[in-house]
């Protein structure tokens, strides 16, 4: 599905010799990488402030710990997401509402979400799933309306941005008040190891986070806050510095990918392809497929059988995983998640892809019948 090795050879020279520098400094933990990562992430994608993490799931967490919250007050966010975005939410003792999303893009849907509000709803978490940019829009004038916060689960979607209706564009992570990001290795800006980062452009919010990442203390043994501890070391932030200079590089690799399933494949009978939004771009973390007819698992094994990789994300909706079970009355369905959970499947995308690979999973995708 991804293709890390090639990607590491290219960059090896400038990797290791980044690392290196942080082994001959043994500065492990908070060195000048870190804090420069922060500031050259912060430039690229239009943020005032980048407070860095141990990982994704932790960035939600934080961002969600770094807001006056209290027990049973309602989180909406989409079912049909990576377990991480609705597992922090029960594990602070807030109720996760999960509603549908929408069948073209995969995000939420946003009349589902207007219609969860009620007066104990504080936030709401858009993802941007597989890489495109939930609607941004109408999202914000509903939380303004209602007084909710938005915090955007950017995992899979960084680099990617939204235009506004008035012609203002912005990067996915920066739109709403806190923005999630992952550097899992396969993600759109991925290390060696686990990383993440949390962005926002208030300042007050920003040191807040900064506070809840840090054991709660701005100063060494004064805790004001319950926090946790959850850095990105700086051996990881050394590779991110680098990789950040190729981020664009890496997206447009992607696009072009993208592009060459969208025209390659575009009348297979089969399947139907990823939409694009008119008025957002797509990172394409994933590219994927819904497959018609009860056929996915079909297809997936004939990929197999051809050597093709293809992933389900994700295979079970939410709610009827047995963790989340006691956040839904007994037989709670939402036909869209459903459904994508049935029929969608990711075929390779990744940064090293070129036209014989995309060309022989294209040719077997054909001869499927
Ligand atoms: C990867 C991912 C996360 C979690 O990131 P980790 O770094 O693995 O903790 C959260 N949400 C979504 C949508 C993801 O894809």
Do not use: W
Not at 32 to 52: D, M, P, W, Y
Not at 62 to 83: G, H, K
Not at 203 to 209: C, F, G, M, S, T
Request: net charge negative; proline share 4%.
């Amino acid at each position: 599905m991804v293709d890390l090795r090639n990607q590491y050879q290219k960059l090896k020279p400038e990797i290791n010799q980044a690392m290196q520098e942080v082994m001959d400094a043994t500065s492990f933990i908070k060195g000048r990488q870190v804090f420069e990562f922060e500031q050259n992430l912060a430039q690229f994608t239009g943020t005032k402030h980048v407070i860095s993490c141990g990982n994704g799931t932790d960035a939600i967490q934080i961002a969600l710990m770094a807001l006056d919250l209290r027990p049973n007050d309602e989180i909406i966010v989409p079912a049909f997401t990576y377990v991480a975005t609705i597992e922090v939410i029960a594990l602070l003792g807030l109720k996760p509402i999960m509603v549908d999303v929408n069948p073209e893009t995969f995000n939420i849907d946003i009349s589902a979400l207007e219609n969860a509000i009620t007066p104990t709803t504080k936030a709401v978490i858009p993802v941007h799933l597989f890489g495109q940019c939930s609607d941004m829009e109408p999202i914000l004038n509903l939380a303004e309306k209602h007084g909710l916060y938005v915090i955007e689960d950017n995992a899979q979607a960084l680099g990617a941005d939204y235009t506004f209706s008035n012609g203002l564009t912005k990067q996915t992570g920066t739109i709403g008040h806190i923005g999630c990001n992952s550097f899992f290795p396969t993600k759109n800006l991925g290390c060696f190891g686990d990383g993440g980062a949390i962005f926002t452009d208030d300042a007050q919010l920003a040191e807040k986070i900064r506070m809840v990442a840090n054991h709660g203390q701005k100063q060494k043994y004064h805790h004001d806050l319950v926090g946790c501890n959850s850095r990105l070391d700086t051996l990881q932030a050394a590779i991110l510095d680098i990789k950040l200079k190729y981020l664009n590089e890496h997206l447009e690799a992607r696009q072009k990918a993208a592009s060459f399933y969208d025209e390659d494949i575009k009348d297979l009978a089969f399947a139907e392809l990823p939409l694009r939004m008119p008025n957002a771009t797509h990172t394409f973390n994933q590219y994927t497929l819904k497959v018609k007819n009860g056929r996915r698992d079909e297809l997936q094994s004939y990929l197999a059988g051809h050597g093709i990789p293809s992933m389900i994300y994700y295979p079970l909706p939410l709610y009827k995983q047995v963790a989340f079970s006691e956040y839904v009355s007994l037989g709670f369905k939402l036909p869209v998640t459903e459904y994508l959970c049935q029929s969608v499947l990711s075929i390779p995308i990744h940064t090293e892809i070129d036209e014989t690979i995309l060309t022989t999973i294209t040719n077997t995708l054909k001869s499927f019948k």
